[in-house]
């Protein structure tokens, strides 16, 4: 049985003061959701510690939204997987279309990163999706596969077992145009297979695949209610208490 996963992606939002209240109110909406469920919230770096501290005792956890490739040294302004442990966090993004897109980063760095994020004890979550070009021109299989391959190709099963994927069309990032719950399931479901394929039908049963772009209140119990899509990468909606909580299962 996969886990269910509902990650709030925070991304520049939020200072420390204001990501501590968030974090109480959905820390303290959280007591009927099902163990079976993780909630992350993944601010930005700076309220970390903030976050890690107001949601202590409630069944929330929480995520970085970037990890170094580097263990230690001479990398000004990066932030280490051991930096992020130590606050407490259990997440990671790896490969967020927006550090793909706007930032630049490559498959190299990227394949880097999940491994920086492995070494540390963290669970990366690794974010893969077309360009709207790509799926109107019938490619956006070809390019998930090939970002799946370039990230995780050539890890140990048991390695790969800790990395969950979210599958995040560019297009409808911050668009509110949610793929639909049939394109995300077939997406997840050629996923699944190539996880296969690469490691085994262990890791394709247990890999939890996570949907997102543009998840409101509305289109998530449709959604979830895919047996391939097991949790969801919500950004807008995760940044208000009430939008959010209506999302997580109960
Ligand atoms: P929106 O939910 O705002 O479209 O953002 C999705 C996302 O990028 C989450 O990582």
Known sequence: M?????AGNWKMNKDHIEGAALAREIAAGLARTPPS?????IPPFTSLPAVTEAIRGSIAKAGAQDISAEDEGAFTGEISGRMLRALGCAYVLVGHSERRHIVGEGAELLARKLRAALRSGLAPVYCVGELLGERESGAAGEVVSRQIREGCEGLAPEEFSRVVVAYEPVWAIGTGRTATPKDASDMHGSIRR????????????????????????ESAPGLLADPEIDGLLVGGASLASDSFLAIVPR
């Open 194 to 217: 190539l996880i296969g394929t690469l490691f085994g039908a262990a890791a394709a049963a247990e890999t939890p695949l996570l949907y997102g772009g543009s998840v409101k209140p």
């Open 2 to 6: 996969r886990r269910t996963i509902i």
């Open 37 to 41: 469920c993780d909630v992350v919230l």
